[in-house]
């Protein structure tokens, strides 16, 4: 994880140094401590913890359910507006997650994992609305890039394990992490910002997080042969209808 993330650091910090983007006022440091803290170790900490104890179809269906807590923390701490319409598109977008997640689930268990990784949708959903206050002032790349720098700074707590691991570490699995810090990671995390930055709200943001589960079985489709059930394509669908009415509210708001 360290390693990831200092790969990730490295990349965005290096493109700023470059257009010499200003780094954040003091005054704003707490709120991109607090970004960096939950939004990034706290949450890879728990989710990483939290996916060694529960089945795959589980995992993904409890880190989809961000979109429902942004939304009411969106209400709460932003002040936006949700429409009924809005909550029909998000609620209808949950069932198609149930459907998909508990057709890979099989037999579940509360466990410690399931505490972990709902903490995990949940310190995901602060990130997001710290990020969307930082977005009032910083630009999305300075929102996102000293946030994951503070995020791994905390991340040091795993220095030891990281000087340890290295050595042992094969040239393919050190070029994968690599990978994973420049593309899931910084570039990522940067246009998660820069879509917040874009979005009259939240929620038109993070509702597409509930498609991860359903583009993921798509993916082992594909990649891994694995099969796809049909309760799985129809979880999509449902998905699918629910972001479209979600988003609709957006188009004829703005009409």
């Known amino acids: 994880?360290?390693?990831?993330?200092?790969?990730?650091?490295?990349?965005?910090?290096?493109?700023?140094?470059?257009?010499?983007?200003?780094?954040?006022?003091?005054?704003?440091?707490?709120?991109?401590?607090?970004?960096?803290?939950i939004g990034l170790f706290l949450y890879m900490w728990a989710f990483n913890a939290g996916t060694a104890f529960v089945s795959a179809g589980i995992s993904s269906f409890l880190i989809a359910t961000a979109p429902l807590f942004t939304l009411i923390m969106s209400i709460f701490y932003l002040k936006e507006k949700a429409t009924p319409t809005i909550w029909l598109g998000v609620f209808i977008?949950?069932?198609g997650l149930a459907i998909i997640s508990f057709t890979q689930a099989g037999e579940a268990q509360l466990n410690i994992g399931i505490i972990l990784?709902?903490?995990?949708?949940?310190?995901?959903?602060?990130?997001?609305?710290?990020?969307?206050?930082?977005?009032?002032?910083?630009?999305?790349?300075?929102a996102s890039t000293?946030?994951?720098?503070?995020g791994t700074v905390f991340m040091?707590?795993?220095?030891?394990?990281?000087i340890r691991e290295y050595p042992y570490a094969s040239t393919s699995v050190n070029l994968i992490i690599v990978y994973l810090g420049?593309?899931?990671?910084?570039?990522?995390?940067?246009?998660?910002?820069?879509?917040?930055s874009r979005a009259e709200k939240t929620i038109y943001v993070t509702s597409f997080l509930y498609l991860v589960p359903f583009l993921s079985s798509i993916l082992a489709f594909f990649w891994l042969g694995e099969e796809i059930s049909f309760l799985a394509l129809v979880g999509g669908v449902i998905i699918i209808v629910g972001m479209i009415i979600t988003n609709v509210v957006k188009e004829k708001s703005n009409k």
């Not at 200092?6 to 470059?18: E, K, Q, R, T, W």
């Open 182 to 196: 420049i593309f899931p990671a910084a570039i990522a995390y940067f246009f998660w910002s820069l879509a917040l």
């Open 156 to 162: 040091f707590v795993f220095f030891p394990a990281l």
């Open 117 to 142: 990784l709902l903490g995990a949708s949940i310190f995901t959903s602060i990130f997001t609305i710290i990020q969307k206050k930082l977005l009032l002032t910083y630009s999305a790349i300075q």
């Open 93 to 95: 977008s949950f069932g």
């Open 146 to 150: 000293y946030s994951v720098i503070i």
């Open 1 to 37: 994880m360290l390693f990831r993330f200092l790969v990730a650091s490295a990349v965005l910090l290096g493109y700023c140094i470059i257009k010499k983007i200003p780094p954040p006022k003091k005054k704003d440091l707490p709120l991109f401590t607090l970004s960096g803290f």
